[in-house]
């Protein structure tokens, strides 16, 4: 019994650290001014992603309202609005970038049967020998259905994921580090989904 | 003479209208919602993906597909139910981790 409620405490710890961000717990995040994002380099499987991802990251900052500046070749600028100096390094990974990746639907096939039913138009001669008087002749056939099919269809989807990682310019410490991805049928939106999760975790700590 | 081949002309159409209907199972369903997708006809093929769901109703990668769907076309909350009915579904622990993952960032949007 002890045992059982150990491992229901430690699967409800491990599912509440579940996607949860890296924090240096004694750094103080209010007192930073300006976050430089350095450059990203390109996912080995598609060349221009880092590009892409970069514009992604400045996009979503401008979207928050933050001052975005990119005057020198070391990087982006972000500038919080605090009057304090300290300074953070934003540096992204790509960890994955692609656009066709194949998923399989499988699906079952029922066959549920059928009836086919043939009408024949008896000729004037056969309808007056026929007693009855009837001028058509039915067959009904019934075929059973048994044997459950299956097959499956393929789409391929979009897939990005990065790792942001954030040091003090100043001491070189890491302060903050979190990967995200996301998924979906289509590219750029994807990627900015997946940049703008990433950035609403990086907002929280500056308010 | 032609009234009669019309009307046995109209009984053969009805039989294989209904022949047709029958046979119309989910995977005919999908087959076409791949088909729309890969024309970039995201609407068009949501409405085949609701039939195929219909006829199969615990099929989680049917509710992924649905709601890859939705989120293309900018249906955040139908999204987000559709991810639900995937997370119910399956058992597959990747799946599932896709559904929260989605169903976080779908919430969480401002």
Known sequence: ??????????????????????????????????????????????????????????????????????????????????????????????????????IIVPYRLEDRGRTETTVTQLSESDAKENQAGATTSTITTAYAGSVQESGRIEYTRARVGIILKMTDQRTGHLVWSHSYWYSGLELHRTTEACVRNAISQVRKLFQ | MNLYKSIRLMKKLTIFFFYGILLAGSGTALEMAAAAMK?????????????????????????????????????PNKAVQAWQSCLENTQDNALKNEAKVHIQSLQGRE
């Open chain 1, 1 to 102: 019994m002890k045992l059982l409620l150990a491992f229901l405490l430690a699967g409800l710890l491990t599912i509440g650290c579940w996607s949860r961000p890296a924090v240096n717990p004694n750094y103080d995040f209010s007192t930073v001014g300006t976050i430089i994002l350095k450059p990203v380099y390109d996912h080995a499987d598609m060349t221009g992603s880092g590009e892409i991802i970069e514009s992604n990251l400045s996009f979503i900052f401008m979207k928050y309202g933050y001052d975005v500046s990119q005057t020198t070749e070391e990087g982006t600028f972000i500038h919080l609005g605090n009057v304090d100096t300290r300074t953070l390094n934003l540096v992204c990974t790509i960890t994955e970038f692609t656009d066709s990746e194949v």
């Open chain 2, 39 to 75: 024309a970039g006809l995201f609407r068009e093929a949501l409405v085949h993906v609701d039939i195929a769901q219909a006829q199969d109703r615990t099929n989680a990668e049917v509710y992924r597909l649905k709601a890859l769907l939705h989120e293309a076309i900018d249906e």
